[in-house]
């Protein structure tokens, strides 16, 4: 168990080998909805860890284990999320409000991943690809026959908005880049 939301299989995919200066294992690492094992929509590949000697201890983690890990979180909802504030009449996190109310309300953004986000490596790169949408919503006070509940009014919709976030090594630091594709 990863957290609430996903879980991992790291069982061994082979024997181990076992030679004179190291032992080498092979485990699974796929990552799936809790409570919710199943068949992965990706093909794992092979691939190869450079032979070097000079560290104690060598890690690496394939393209699928983070294609499995974006599917489990997905699957599991954890790529929405719904932000509420309370906002003055002129400005709310750079969105102008004034010209649909002249009254302060409570602003709630609901954040969603429209899409499995697509995560890919490449030498010395990790890039996150996510699609997605943003609803923008004042709550605002209502009442009928004494009694009063909350109603939420639209002000825009953002769709198919598509981000990528890559991560890069270079000269042993790692530099990032978040851009807006669309």
Known sequence: QIDDLAEVDYSLSSLPAVFRPFIDLDLKGIVFPAGNY???PY???SFTILDQSDSMLYLAFSE???????FAYYTAG??????AEEVSRTQSNGVRVAKYSVTPYPVMLKLMSTEIPVISLQQDSFTLEI??????????PSSLWGLIWLVT???FILQAANA????????KKLMGLLCLNR
């Open 153 to 155: 009014h639209g002000f």
């Open 131 to 140: 699609q997605g949408s943003m609803e923008v919503l004042a709550i605002q």
């Open 38 to 40: 199943r068949d992965s």
């Open 64 to 70: 699928y284990f983070f294609q499995t890990s974006s």
């Open 78 to 83: 954890a790529f929405s999320m719904t932000i």
């Open 43 to 45: 093909v794992a590949a």
């Open 164 to 171: 990528s976030i890559s991560l890069n090594m270079f000269d």
